[in-house]
């Protein structure tokens, strides 16, 4: 059983699709197994999350975010070697250094950050397969689920594509019949990109029926 690091933007937006659950399963977790950022509750309150998926939406996940304890902290160590990277904001930093230090899966959305870490020296070796990319994710879910299950549960997101990003509105949107052709390639340009830190791999599982 996995211990999860999320970052805010991941548990948002699974939040109001309504997979977390099924997102920690599978890494064999639950939502006792995951950890989050010490501001989380207070970003689904105001700012930005709120104006881009509506206040309703975050207020219904609030709850979920204060009933998950806290990242363990890292090290001064293993924060400093992550300090000072403008490509990597202080959040992420906290979650890659915990992450390192204990052994613990990271799961983000967080392209710019993951590539400016991965560039890192030692920083691959020490996060090797512990970093859970969106694209990984949702490859999984769709394996698990089924993809028509996994774009019905995106609707919301995919509702405000002009708001949303653009992995979540090109692989499940009704125009895209295969959803996991689309993951896979977009999975493979982030391998590809984030060389040589290795990423965690979705279970290879069929569908549930």
């Not at 207070?42 to 609030?62: F, T, Y």
């Not at 769709?142 to 692989?171: F, H, M, N, S």
Request: aromatic share 6%; glycine share 8%; charged share 20%.
């Amino acid at each position: 059983m996995a211990t999860l690091l999320l970052d805010t933007d991941v548990f948002t937006k699974l939040g109001i699709a309504s997979l977390l659950d099924h997102a920690y399963a599978l890494f064999d977790a639950t939502a006792n197994d995951c950890r989050r950022l010490p501001a989380l509750p207070h970003m689904l309150r105001r700012g930005a999350l709120p104006a881009l998926h509506g206040k309703e939406a975050c207020a219904r996940l609030i709850p979920l975010a204060e009933g998950m304890a806290l990242a363990p902290a890292a090290s001064v160590e293993w924060l400093a070697r992550f300090a000072n990277v403008p490509q990597i904001d202080p959040g992420e930093a906290q979650l890659f250094a915990s992450a390192a230090e204990h052994g613990l899966i990271v799961m983000t959305g967080d392209k710019r950050s993951v590539t400016a870490a991965s560039r890192l020296e030692g920083i691959s070796e020490a996060l090797a397969g512990r970093v859970a990319s969106v694209e990984a994710v949702l490859l999984g879910l769709c394996r698990r689920l089924g993809g028509e299950k996994v774009r019905i549960a995106l609707g919301p997101l995919v509702a405000t594509e002009d708001r949303t990003d653009k992995l979540v509105r090109v692989c499940f949107s009704d125009g895209n019949p295969d959803p996991v052709a689309a993951l896979l390639s977009y999975f493979g340009d982030l391998k590809r990109n984030f060389a040589p830190l290795v990423l965690w791999e979705p279970p290879k599982e069929g569908a549930e029926q």
